[in-house]
């Protein structure tokens, strides 16, 4: 809620002197500039547009010595004007109460010309109707202006009173300044509710997009699996079949992008993680262990590489490591490592690594796949010999 200093209080009264009559003068065109400065510093600030109606309402009453104010929306469907904020009045007024929007109401003709409305004496007007909302509370004078942003107007400004006295030239100019900052923060709120049905729509598109993509790879995969057994060569089932889990993995990165809420992250363990059980149920001789650390969110980009990583690691392992054996286990680890960094690794328990290994010699297409990835990473590609086994390690940035 806005508070605005005080700056002396103003009573109606009977003047007793034009020395009185413009110290209260003075003293409230202070009030109405130190309201009009808060509202200001309010809207710029982001508040609500809810608690800006509610803010407007109160400290334009209190501005011009009023009991009432209202700010009433245009409903172009019912031709009225629905009382959206206000002070003074009985309960059930806000959010309930309408007013015809036609130019014979006061608040109807300054929404359809724009030009504000004086009404000091309700009871003898003959331009208007008197709204029955007026009359319930007997309200004897009246001041409207319009709502206007950039595009459409929003509706009008009210302010009302029950007490006798005059609304003046200086109180409009007063009253239109309130409503100008509460149409501006009302436009603001209109375009950022157009830019999030934008970005939702965008949104739904591209995890529609993920989606197509993951069943084209899907079909893609399956292909080439059925492709590899009908072949009748095993040495290119073997190609064909490494294929098929290299295009499978990709294909699940965008499958987690559509059940995703976020289409530019994943989270890389939980990715890693359901791939791992993929490749465990076609790798049938293998056993594949995960130890992922959960929400390490990283690019897309990158997660899809790690995972990529992961499956030539794994079926790598699988095809020399434990060549000839009927079982085999693996190990994938996912884990930060430092402050913005992540350790992917893969261990197995096999044969070990030939005698003269050299990672940055290997001519063999999977580690060469993987020594590509690494580097488009920015990571680091090593490994650690093991008693039994080889751990091949990946270390890039977060």
């Known amino acids: 809620m806005t508070t605005i200093p005080n700056a002396g209080s103003v009573v109606e009264a009977k003047p007793t002197g034009d020395a009185d009559i413009s110290t209260r003068s003075l003293h409230l065109r202070i009030r109405q500039q130190e309201i009009l400065a808060a509202l200001g510093v309010t809207a710029l600030q982001g508040a609500s547009l809810d608690q800006l109606l509610i803010d407007t309402a109160r400290l334009t009453a209190d501005g011009l010595d009023a009991q009432f104010c209202k700010i009433m929306e245009y409903v172009p469907a019912e031709n009225s004007l629905l009382v959206r904020a206000g002070v003074g009045w009985d309960q059930g007024v806000v959010g309930v109460a309408r007013v015809g929007a036609d130019i014979a109401s006061p608040a109807g003709f300054a929404l ?3 030009k504000a409305v004086i009404s000091n004496h309700l009871e003898n007007e003959e331009r208007f109707r008197t709204p029955e909302i007026l009359r319930q509370h007997g309200i004897h ?3 409207n202006v319009i709502l206007q942003g950039d595009g459409k107007p929003y509706g009008v400004l009210e302010v009302d009173s029950k007490s006798d006295g005059q609304f003046v030239e200086q109180d409009i100019a007063f009253l239109q300044g309130a409503a100008n900052i509460l149409g501006m923060a009302i436009e603001r709120d209109r375009r ?3 830019l999030e049905l934008a970005l939702e729509r965008q949104q739904s598109l591209l995890k529609e997009v993920n989606h197509r993509i993951k069943n084209s790879l899907s079909i893609v995969a399956s292909m080439l699996t059925l492709q590899a057994n009908a072949v009748g060569d095993p040495a290119l089932t073997a190609h064909l079949e490494e294929a098929a889990r290299r295009v499978a993995a990709v294909s699940k990165a965008h499958d987690q992008l559509y059940h995703g809420t976020d289409v530019e992250r994943l989270d890389v363990g939980r990715y890693i993680e359901g791939l791992c059980k993929e490749v465990d149920a076609s790798v049938a001789h293998c056993e594949v262990k995960t130890n ?8 897309t980009d990158n997660a899809i590489s790690a ?5 030539e690691l794994i079926t790598n392992a699988a095809k020399y490591a434990y060549q000839g054996q009927s079982e085999c286990a693996i190990s994938v680890t996912v884990a930060r490592t430092g402050d913005d960094h992540v ?4 261990r197995d328990e096999g ?4 005698p003269g290994f050299d990672i940055h010699k290997v001519k063999g297409l999977g580690m060469r796949i993987v020594g590509s990835l690494a580097r488009q990473m920015k990571g680091e590609l090593g490994f650690r010999v093991h008693n039994p086994g080889t751990e091949f390690i990946v270390t890039f940035p977060l």
Not at 351 to 354: D, Q, T
């Open 141 to 143: 004078r009246a001041m």
């Open 351 to 354: 044969a070990g690594l030939p």
């Open 343 to 346: 350790l992917l690794s893969v």
């Open 292 to 299: 992922v650390e959960a929400g390490i969110v990283i690019p």
């Open 192 to 194: 950022e509710r157009k």
């Open 112 to 114: 359809r010309t724009g």
């Open 307 to 311: 995972a990529l990583i992961v499956n």
